[in-house]
T-cell receptor, first 108, second 113 residues
Framework: GENVEQHPSTLSVQEGDSAVIKCTYSDSASNYFPWYKQELGKGPQLIIDIRSNVGEKKDQRIAVTLNKTAKHFSLHITETQPEDSAVYFCAGPNDMRFGAGTRLTVKP | NAGVMQNPRHLVRRRGQEARLRCSPMKGHSHVYWYRQLPEEGLKFMVYLQKENIIDESGMPKERFSAEFPKEGPSILRIQQVVRGDSAAYFC???????????FGPGTRLTVT
């Protein structure tokens, strides 16, 4: 089946620093790459996504970059804040196979 | 526009009983997905349904588990003869079209005693 590998599994940063989470995928036909944020006790929420016809997309402090040749896409969070602490998941292909998740902790 | 609704939010069942989990997708969404999440783990895809049809059930155990999405009413995930290992959070998501962003419900936390 299709594989989605996500790294790192845990990430701890100081408030104000940047955080980067990376996912690699195996299905060349993938053309939709979303990132979800899950807070404790809640369902995942889409925070940003990108389609294969662009290489980068930004939304305030959050950005996603896509490298189709290398088959990976990354989530970038700049100027991290304590409220960014959560578990982040990438998904693909067809948005049904999720990465194992990254637990991000932002220390004040 | 209400989001994805799941009920019950918490469900306790004894071993051997049946669990029925309900999911009402967002208005206008005809694609429904079910996922299972164990504590401290990721989301495991179970089944993908479109109205009255199962599109992909490759992630669902062959025995005791079934899912439906009738023409009218919510999608139902049914677990027969529950065992302790079925204890998990079950999330439902919906999308307007296949391959578009999914919107998740708050989940049903199943505890099997």
């Amino acid at each position: 089946g299709e594989n989605v590998e996500q790294h790192p599994s845990t990430l701890s940063v100081q408030e104000g620093d940047s955080a980067v989470i990376k996912c690699t995928y195996s299905d060349s036909a993938s053309n939709y790459f979303p990132w979800y944020k899950q807070e404790l006790g809640k369902g995942p929420q889409l925070i940003i996504d990108i389609r294969s016809n662009v290489g980068e997309k930004k939304d305030q402090r959050i950005a996603v970059t896509l490298n189709k040749t290398a088959k990976h896409f990354s989530l970038h969070i700049t100027e991290t804040q304590p409220e960014d602490s959560a578990v982040y998941f990438c998904a693909g292909p067809n948005d049904m196979r999720f990465g194992a998740g990254t637990r991000l902790t932002v220390k004040p | 526009n209400a989001g994805v609704m799941q009920n019950p939010r918490h469900l306790v069942r004894r071993r051997g009983q049946e669990a029925r989990l309900r999911c009402s997708p967002m208005k206008g969404h005809s694609h429904v997905y079910w996922y299972r999440q164990l504590p401290e783990e990721g989301l495991k895809f179970m089944v993908y349904l479109q109205k009255e049809n199962i599109i992909d059930e490759s992630g669902m155990p062959k025995e005791r588990f079934s899912a439906e999405f009738p023409k009218e009413g919510p999608s139902i995930l049914r677990i027969q003869q529950v065992v302790r290992g079925d204890s998990a959070a079950y999330f439902c998501a919906s999308s307007r079209l296949a391959g578009e962003e999914q919107y998740f419900g708050p989940g049903t936390r199943l505890t099997v005693t």
